[in-house]
């Protein structure tokens, strides 16, 4: 059953700002003090609101998603921030020749909030995103890991029982389609969980990525409860038990978020 944020973009956009606002700005700052000398990208800016907080400390903001319809809702809800040349929001991929040429080396922020589980080949596209990054700059990563309860996104499905049911999103591919086939759940959707199905980022694969790419973790947090529940649920964000994330791979089960800043290896 498709919740209020689902529908209503006002909502959505409303929580992307107090989420950013509260938690992702923060845990950047913990390494990039944000303010008017700072640049900013967000990949998958969506409505644009967890680049507001940002906008309001007066850093100059880039905002891509390659939905041209979010990118509208942006426009609408930065509109002052667009008028003033502060923010520049476009539907593109970050791959374009005339994109890589103009913003080569040249973020000091790059902002990925729940996105990188939509993206195909992350071995490729994580490592082409730091050739974006100006000296010292950081990659910021918010993630559900795969195997946590909802990590198929079965939550935005339309049926009561496919968007309640934890963990289903684990069969084998073609078994799972077909489930969500049977219980009448529309093509556009089944195509969306398909492509989460074939990413299927954990933890640990995550990591494995980062250390490959010549990269390192700055700082991390994983999180019991995603802050986001909080304006989605109403539900109190709590950080993950430290001694659980000691257990590779059982850890992504019981772990709704992780939140990743990560930087070019010294
Ligand atoms: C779940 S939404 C997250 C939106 C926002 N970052 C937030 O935290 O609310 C994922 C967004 O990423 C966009 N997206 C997925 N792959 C992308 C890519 N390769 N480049 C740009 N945007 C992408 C989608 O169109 C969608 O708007």
């Known amino acids: 059953m498709a919740l209020e944020q689902h529908i209503n973009p006002k909502v959505r956009y409303q929580q992307q700002?107090?989420?950013?606002?509260?938690y992702v700005l923060p845990f950047?700052?913990?390494?990039?003090?944000?303010?008017?000398?700072?640049?900013?990208?967000?990949?998958?800016?969506?409505?644009g609101g967890v680049?507001?907080?940002?906008?309001?400390?007066?850093?100059?903001?880039?905002?891509?998603?390659?939905?041209?319809?979010r990118i509208v809702l942006a426009k609408e809800n930065l509109a002052d921030e667009l008028s003033r040349g502060q923010v520049v929001l476009q539907t593109k991929n970050i791959y374009d020749e005339d994109f890589?040429?103009?913003?080569?080396?040249f973020f000091d922020v790059i902002?990925?909030?729940?996105?990188?589980?939509?993206?195909?080949?992350?071995e490729s596209f994580i490592p082409y995103l730091a050739t974006l990054l100006a000296p010292g700059g950081q990659i910021f990563f918010g993630f559900p890991p795969w195997y946590m309860p909802f990590g198929g996104h079965q939550q935005i499905c339309e049926g009561k029982w496919t968007s309640k049911l934890p963990w289903y999103h684990i069969?084998?591919?073609?078994?799972y389609r077909r489930?969500?086939?049977?219980?009448?759940?529309?093509?556009g959707i089944i195509k969306e969980l398909t492509e989460i199905w074939d990413t299927q980022i954990s933890i640990e694969r995550f990591e494995r990525i980062v250390r490959r790419s010549q990269l390192e973790i700055l700082h991390k947090q994983a999180y019991l409860i995603n802050p986001i529940y909080k304006?989605?649920?109403?539900?109190?964000?709590?950080?993950?038990?430290?001694?659980?994330?000691?257990?590779?791979?059982?850890?992504?089960?019981?772990?709704?978020?992780?939140?990743?800043?990560?930087?070019?290896?010294?």
Not at 51 to 69: I, M
Not at 171 to 175: F, V
Not at 231 to 250: A, D, I, M, V
């Open 231 to 266: 304006y989605k649920f109403g539900l109190k964000p709590r950080k993950q038990w430290k001694p659980l994330l000691w257990l590779p791979f059982f850890r992504n089960f019981v772990t709704t978020c992780v939140y990743y800043s990560i930087g070019v290896r010294k």
């Open 171 to 175: 069969l084998p591919k073609g078994l």
């Open 17 to 22: 700002v107090d989420n950013s606002e509260q």
């Open 51 to 69: 680049l507001k907080p940002f906008l309001d400390r007066k850093a100059f903001c880039v905002g891509v998603d390659l939905n041209d319809v």
């Open 179 to 187: 489930v969500l086939k049977m219980a009448g759940e529309s093509e």
């Open 100 to 105: 890589r040429t103009k913003y080569s080396g």
């Open 111 to 122: 902002i990925l909030k729940d996105v990188i589980e939509h993206v195909p080949d992350q």
């Open 28 to 47: 950047i700052e913990a390494s990039t003090k944000i303010g008017a000398q700072t640049k900013v990208l967000e990949v998958g800016t969506a409505e």
